[in-house]
């Protein structure tokens, strides 16, 4: 299977099953539209006829005959080597959780999927003793992982800062006990940093995501207080000190897109001249009659904008000031395990969420759906048909998936998202697909670009 689009006065083919990524003429561009395997010996009359319009008879044979060539040697129109991997997709055990220490927030986030915070089931923050009871099952239950992740999410988990930092030192404890390590991770919106909070997650946090939408008048449109007041001036420099305190390493700062910043690139840039260079924008997922829902509408001019951005970032990177936006950091080297590609994130199976309440979930984006309750922490209870339904989540049990050129970069998409817009995980989310496939485009052809510029010298 191979995929093939042009972009930047470019043509692109990608080798899907094998990641390989081809940058070809037009009359190979051209030819791969009228050709499929099994090749014949000879390129066929028919499609020599055909194409003679617009290329000659000797250049058309000499390139069938690369490309046949190219099959051959398993590098075009390569084969499925991966689908043999679903039958692993078993019950694993657990590596990572995410903990709900804050369902609570101080700001009032028009899009906020979590219900402005509280996940629709009360403002609560969570107890040490529940946190404890969750790290515990999390070493208990990670089989023989030694690196586990957790991390600090809310609403806004410095709400709960004391209990934050008693679980890093009790999990710290009990990492040299199991002779495991915890990477801890927090996400926040900045408003409650201070020196001594910053100290302490550039210490212990292997990774930390702050939250900001971009150009000011773009964040304090959907990111406010709770009065409707500004936060931008206050959580710019604390963010600022905080990346340039861990120097630079290890964050992100994140953001959404709507229908209202269409010009998003902008705010890609913004971000990049306020100093951070570790940065992502990603579109907003909302039900389709909200008003800064993105829809099938918008999608041109998403698709526009990303294009637009892929040549800023390529300029940037020419003039030697490049960053890492996170949708367009691919590796068409390495990639990711067989595991991984198949599956993604690994939500409900080996990757759990936990509420104030003890409660288990397949993920944070899961929470307040009753029907996915999966158990509870202090009780003991635990639904493993569930674990084994999202196990055997992955692109092979996916219809749409199945024959999905992007099948291995997505991994199936968000079964969070798959389910609230969609009714079910194993249906994928069709505004959310047509953006990752663009995205993913994009990121090949940056990819691709850099090697060719690379290779030119």
Known sequence: MIHKYKLGGYNIVLDVNSGGVHVVDELTYDLLDNIEPPFEDECPSHVIDKLMRFYK???IISCYEEIKELYEDKI?????????????????????????????????????FA???????????????????????????SGNRKNLEVDFFGGEPLMNWKVVKQLVEYGREKEKEYGKHFRFTITTNG?????????????????????IDGRKEINDRMRHRMD??????????????????????????????????????????HLRE??????????????????????ERELPAVFKEYDRLTGMILDNDRAGK??????????????????????????????????????????????????YLMGNITTGEFNMDMKKEFAGAHIYSKEDCKKCWARFYCSGGCNANNYEYMGDILKAHKVSCEMEKKRLECAIFVQAIHAMEKEEG
């Open 322 to 371: 490049h960053f890492n936006f996170f949708h367009f950091m691919l590796d068409l080297d390495q990639g990711p395990c067989a595991i991984k590609r198949l599956r993604g994130c690994g939500c409900g199976n080996e990757y759990v969420a936990i509420t104030p309440d003890a409660d288990i979930y397949p993920c944070h984006q899961f929470v307040g759906k009753k029907e």
């Open 274 to 295: 306020l100093g951070f260079d570790q940065i992502s924008i990603e579109p907003v997922v909302g039900e389709h009659d909200e008003p800064y829902a993105i829809t």
């Open 57 to 59: 008879r000797d250049d």
């Open 191 to 211: 408003t409650l940093l201070d020196d001594e909070k910053i100290d302490f997650i550039n210490k212990e946090m292997h990774n930390v995501v702050m939250s």
């Open 228 to 269: 409707g007041s500004s936060a931008y001036d206050k959580i710019v420099p604390n963010y600022q000190r905080l990346a340039e305190k861990r120097n630079y390493k290890d964050y992100y700062v994140r953001g959404t897109f709507t229908k209202y910043n269409l010009d998003f690139a902008d705010d890609v840039f």
């Open 76 to 112: 075009l129109f390569s084969p499925d080597d991966y689908e043999r991997f679903a039958k692993l997709q078993v019950a694993a055990p657990i590596k990572a959780m995410c903990l709900l220490i804050a369902m609570d927030c101080n700001l009032r986030c028009d899009y906020c």
């Open 115 to 141: 219900g402005q915070g509280d996940y629709c089931q009360g403002r609560k923050l969570m107890s040490f003793e529940v946190g404890k009871a969750a790290l515990d099952y999390l070493l208990e239950n």
